[in-house]
């Protein structure tokens, strides 16, 4: 048996494996509990928010901190415009206030490196909450917004809905020439310069695309939460959730960060109602224990074990 022939075979039971969970997740409300429906919207979220980040951090290596920011500036586009336009196009608009920031932000910090910008993008999470918090006690006289509630079900098909395109977006560019200009910025970003790539044009542009999704994200689990503050929607949790996630997942494919985010979703929710007070704590070991003994995550570890080299 040749070589194509193997990869065909995968190819078709990979397509067959992605319909047959299309078609899950897309009947799933019909029968399924609300509980799993709201679960699942969640696990949603973090899928997104973490292939995002591993969208643009993955290949360049740049440790970016700023989802938060993006996921808190469509939380409060939800808040402003929701009782004035239409859901799809309040999301969308959220999708597009973050890209935009991120394209500013972009520009003025993307030539910085390392632990400067990773400094920097957390910091701007935390001067958008307090400039917000201001605002709202100084200007308007009151702090927080309702947001106007939507269907769990609905939440759910726009969430997931928001998840088929960033996955599409996120193939798309890791096989176009575009992802290998990304990767060649990690792996020397000086020799990626030299040999013609315009590398800051390419980081700004990537860091948009993820903070679009992210934003949109942001919008969408606004309508489940009906109150937000500054420091409900720009928690940093939402900055190092995704972090987290993708290095216990792994960076190095696509399924990587998705597997992590699951993974993670479910247990941060296993965790919460049994150990409230602890669980960032446990969270904390697992991801020193992942580093560890797990440098690549665990898409790393299954192609070693795959490979028959065992696990060290």
Request: charged letters at 10%; one cysteine or more; aromatic letters at 16%.
């Amino acid at each position: 048996m040749n070589i194509s022939t193997v990869l065909t075979k995968r190819s078709v039971v990979g397509g067959l494996v992605i319909l047959i969970l299309l078609i899950i997740f897309i009947t799933l409300p019909l029968y399924a509990p609300a509980y799993t429906v709201i679960l699942l919207t969640a696990i949603f979220m973090y899928i997104v928010l973490t292939v995002s980040w591993a969208l643009f951090s993955g290949p360049t290596g740049y440790m970016s901190l700023a989802p938060a920011a993006f996921f808190g500036v469509g939380i409060y586009t939800a808040a402003i415009l929701g009782m004035k336009l239409p859901l799809i196009v309040v999301i969308v608009c959220g999708g597009f206030f973050s890209f935009f920031l991120a394209l500013l932000v972009g520009a003025l910090t993307l030539r910085l490196r390392g632990i400067y910008f990773a400094i920097f993008t957390f910091g701007l999470v935390m001067l958008i909450a307090y400039l917000l918090l201001f605002w709202e006690l100084h200007v308007t006289g009151t702090r927080g917004r309702f947001v106007i509630a939507v269907g769990h079900n609905t939440v759910y098909y726009i969430m997931y809905g928001n998840l088929v395109i960033l996955l599409i977006v996120a193939v798309f560019v890791r096989r176009s020439k575009f992802g290998l200009a990304l990767r060649s910025i990690g792996e020397n970003e000086d020799a990626a310069a030299h040999t013609g790539v315009n590398v800051t044009l390419v980081k700004i542009v990537t860091f948009a695309i993820s903070a679009f999704f992210i934003g949109t994200a942001g919008a969408v689990m606004a309508t489940r939460w009906t109150y937000i503050d500054p420091f409900i929607a720009f928690n940093p949790l939402f900055s190092f959730m995704p972090v987290l996630m993708a290095i216990f997942g792994g960076t190095g494919q696509l399924w990587g960060p998705i597997i992590g985010a699951a993974i993670f979703a479910y247990l941060e929710e296993f965790l919460i109602t049994r150990f409230p007070y602890y669980y960032m704590l446990i969270f904390g070991i697992i991801l020193v224990i992942a580093i560890l003994y797990m440098p690549k995550g665990l898409v790393g570890l299954i192609q070693k074990w795959r490979k028959g080299g065992g696990v060290v």
